[in-house]
């Protein structure tokens, strides 16, 4: 190993804070790259299972969840250099990216139904910006990131471009608002400039074949298990504690509250702590059919609590607030629905012209709550039996009044959601018929966007902070220059900066795929956007 921060030491512990795609993908890491045998690595997470904001859980007879999913696409180099070593769930002669490649082959996305309006479909939308559009989007992919400390969408913008099918698409598929940070809009539109003469098709997005918890977790847990890394639920973790003598610090302490059976853990001189900041999904909360999600903050313990009491500390390790302070801006609402019946499904397919899993992202341009759906290839999960349908949806603008039911979604039970979206679907007399048989299962998320807050260049902290010795950050939340947050790769890229710089290790970190650089992407983008 080479330029390794601690000499290698097979007896040292690894204690990773955090069993989210980040943490199990650091752990990957330590055992293929990093030569620290997995039953040296303790894994803990403060929810009752591993995955994060990656999950899916449920059944046919109660319901599938789905919070939410990550997009992927073709260049996601670090997600797909980590499973490369992963055996599939179902077919271990495969990995998981053998596996993830194969499938967008065989059922590739081509939306024929990107938007509808009125109750029609508008297929391959005409993006509709203006001169005055164009040049501001030219304009911030040129200008300094550091230019764009704390300013907003809107404040960049004119108001017209809040009104063109470009936003709305833009908008819906990223899950960006107007109030959001315009540094992160300028991250995305370069990171993805290659994606722009297929955006109004949702052409080059890439799926997994089952939901992102089967298909991405469940494998990956697994094969860690089968290396000895050992895995903690239910576990909080409330403060680190420094070394005041060292130079550079260092984590001697790891604080948990005492109803997990152990108040504390002891961290040698030659352990490594890597922590996973801050949470989408934390205070997370589920409806049901008959009742709306019942949103309770925590502000005691928990990821944000964690890390605002890192904050606390001299060094470098972040502004929590810049994110989790209003949730009013960073909360949104999905829903999963199971259904008994293929007839939604048949109506779908009929209405969109795309068989389910190769549509990607219906948008309803008339909704007041701006209402999504995905109608996913079926099944979805693992055990879903063949009489069962499962689709997944989400409103940007859950407090609201809806259209047909004139209520903010926050209040609203699954089958009055159920109700809001069939008001903009010409489904006719079959409504009603859907709706009693189906399982609709609201998700209010109060952070889920909290990673798009307006910022300055500081609030999110190094990967490996500045004068610390055995200490790294991962997730949505520490800094990697121009990665875009939100996405499976840049928490797996922070995974790699963090073992690779406190370990040690012949390998270097992926590196990014920069499409706004080559003269071919900037020239085909700027034909799409005319």
């Not at 005055?132 to 300013?151: A, G, I, K, T, V």
């Not at 607030?321 to 999905?334: G, H, I, L, R, T």
């Amino acid at each position: 190993m080479t330029n390794s921060r601690i000499e290698p030491n097979t007896a040292r512990r690894v204690y990773i804070i955090g069993g989210g795609i980040a943490g199990l993908a650091t752990s990957a890491l330590l055992i293929r790259d990093g030569g620290v045998p997995g039953e040296r690595i303790h894994v803990l997470e403060q929810t009752d299972r591993m995955g994060g904001s990656l999950d899916g859980a449920g059944n046919s007879q109660d319901g599938y969840v789905i919070r939410g999913g990550r997009m992927f696409e073709e260049h996601f180099a670090c997600t797909y250099d980590l499973f490369s070593t992963i055996p599939s769930i179902t077919n271990p002669a495969l990995s998981v990216t053998d596996e993830i490649k194969a499938f967008t082959k065989r059922v590739p996305t081509s939306s024929k139904s990107r938007l509808v309006a009125a109750g029609k479909k508008i297929e391959a939308p005409p993006l509709g910006l203006g001169i005055r559009d164009r040049w501001d989007l030219s304009r911030l992919l040129l200008q300094p990131e550091r230019s764009l400390d704390e300013r907003t969408i809107e404040e960049y913008f004119s108001t017209k471009f809040f009104e063109t099918n470009f936003w709305l698409m833009w908008a819906t598929m990223f899950a960006f608002q107007p109030w959001h940070s315009v540094a992160e809009m300028r991250r995305y539109m370069r990171r993805f400039m290659h994606l722009m003469p297929g955006f109004n098709r949702l052409e080059g997005i890439y799926r997994t074949p089952y939901n992102q918890y089967d298909s991405l977790i469940l494998p990956l847990t697994r094969w860690l298990e089968q290396q000895g890394v050992q895995f903690s639920t239910e576990v909080t973790v409330l403060d680190l504690k420094f070394s005041e003598v060292s130079t550079p610090t260092a984590v001697t302490r790891i604080v948990l509250d005492p109803s997990s059976g152990l108040s504390c853990i002891d961290v040698g001189e030659h352990d490594l702590v890597f922590v996973t900041l801050g949470s989408m999904t934390e205070d997370s909360a589920l409806g049901t059919m008959a009742s709306p999600p019942n949103v309770e903050l925590k502000s005691d313990r928990g990821a944000w609590a964690l890390w605002r009491k890192m904050a606390e500390h001299p060094r470098a390790f972040g502004r929590p607030a810049a994110f989790c302070s209003d949730v009013s801006k960073s909360s949104w609402e999905s829903f999963t629905v199971t259904l008994t019946d293929p007839g939604f499904f048949e109506f779908m397919e009929r209405f969109t012209g795309n068989p389910a899993g190769t549509g990607g992202l219906v948008t309803f341009k008339d909704s007041s709550w701006l209402m999504s759906l995905v109608l996913a290839y079926q099944p979805h999960f693992l055990d879903q039996p063949g009489n069962a349908w499962v689709f997944w949806g989400y409103a940007l603008y859950p407090d609201r009044p809806g259209d047909r039911v004139r209520k903010p979604m926050t209040a609203c039970s699954g089958r009055e959601i159920l109700e809001e979206l069939f008001h903009h679907l010409p489904v006719g007399n079959s409504a009603q018929q859907i709706i009693d048989s189906a399982c609709c299962i609201p998700c209010t998320m109060p952070y889920i966007t909290s990673q798009f807050m307006p910022r300055s260049r500081h609030d999110r902290p190094a990967v490996i902070p500045h004068g610390t010795r055995n200490l790294a950050f991962l997730g949505q939340y520490c800094e990697v220059p121009e990665d875009t947050v939100f996405t499976v790769e840049y928490s797996v890229r922070t995974a790699q900066l963090a073992v690779y710089g406190l370990v040690g290790s012949t390998r270097k970190p992926t590196p990014m795929y920069r499409g706004y650089l080559h003269p071919s992407v900037i020239l085909r983008a700027a034909i799409a956007m005319s």
